[in-house]
């Protein structure tokens, strides 16, 4: 009983080992990681005409017009480049300057600046790109996803089944995704950290969709950082959570956002909101950056 009892202890403690590396918690110790800097590239916006599809319940929102940023972070690491979210497809609203009108939600999107340009500006291209990665497959975040055919994609394998798979439900316009079928894929079942230091940990975040998942980055000056997709689309619903009506499970939506809150509770760290257009404004832009 003694020793059933001693293997059981020794299993918890290894159990709270290895949540401790995977959320980085030793990351706060000032333990040395690979990663280095990370830019925040402007991905395109959108204007939307009702607030309230995002914030179900909220009277004064509804016929409120809003504006929705929609940034990628590109992640420099002694391992490679790594790019999260790709936005909107830039080959096919650089043909459209007042905008593409979306099927759904009366979005409005708009793309005037590119990636490749932004990339280039930095003295890359796509295809110096090693890693690939977004919080989920709408086309605002994987719209420029062909650009990166080389990169290795790491996404939720419930995500890829549902709409990248041949047999899934395309994602949808702006089409500029499709090679993504054949990149270098990780499919991954649950939270993963990326480069095996704690820097860089995809966290799932299950609910806008099937395999939404979010991203903490720990840098070396500016901390921990939750970049947290679509699991909220601005500050609002991040401190009252709410699902919008569009989301794929609702439920899992507000649960998904109580657990980022833990870790970032835990991590000390700053909240990003992709969309979130008033933070957007406050944060500095590629060639700037965070190290
Ligand atoms: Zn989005």
């Known amino acids: 009983m003694k020793d059933f009892k001693s293997s059981n202890v020794l299993k918890l403690v290894c159990a709270l080992v290895a949540v401790a590396t995977l959320y980085g918690c030793a990351g706060t110790t000032g333990r040395a990681t690979g990663i280095e800097k990370m830019y925040v590239l402007y991905c395109g916006e959108g204007s939307a005409p009702d607030k309230s599809r995002w914030t179900p319940g909220v009277k004064e929102n509804e016929n409120k017009p809003i504006t929705l940023s929609n940034s ?143 991203l903490l980055v720990k840098l070396p000056n500016s901390g921990a950082i939750m970049l947290t997709g679509d699991a909220v689309h601005f500050r609002d619903n991040w401190d009252t959570p709410r699902a919008p009506v569009q989301n794929f499970d609702k439920e899992a939506s507000i649960k998904s956002v109580e657990k980022l809150r833990g870790i970032v509770a835990a991590n000390n760290a700053r909240v990003w909101i992709n969309h979130d257009d008033a933070q957007t404004a406050t944060l500095k832009m590629s060639p700037a950056y965070y190290d």
């Open 72 to 214: 990628c972070y590109l992640i420099k690491h002694a391992k490679g480049w790594m790019l999260w979210e790709t936005g909107y497809a830039e080959a096919l609203l650089g043909m459209m300057p007042k905008g593409f009108p979306t099927p759904v939600l009366h979005w409005v999107w708009k793309n005037p600046k590119t990636l490749t340009q932004q990339l280039a500006d930095i003295g890359l291209t796509p295809a110096q790109v090693n890693f690939v990665g977004f919080s989920h497959a709408h086309p605002d975040h994987i719209g420029n996803g062909s650009l990166f055919s080389t990169a290795t994609l790491y996404i939720q394998e419930s995500e890829y089944n549902f709409y990248i798979d041949p047999k899934g439900k395309p994602p949808g316009p702006p089409a500029n995704w499709q090679k993504l079928r054949e990149n270098p894929t990780v499919k991954l079942k649950g939270d993963t950290d990326v480069f095996g230091d704690g820097s860089v940990t995809i966290i799932t975040s299950t609910g806008h969709t099937p395999g939404h998942q979010s």
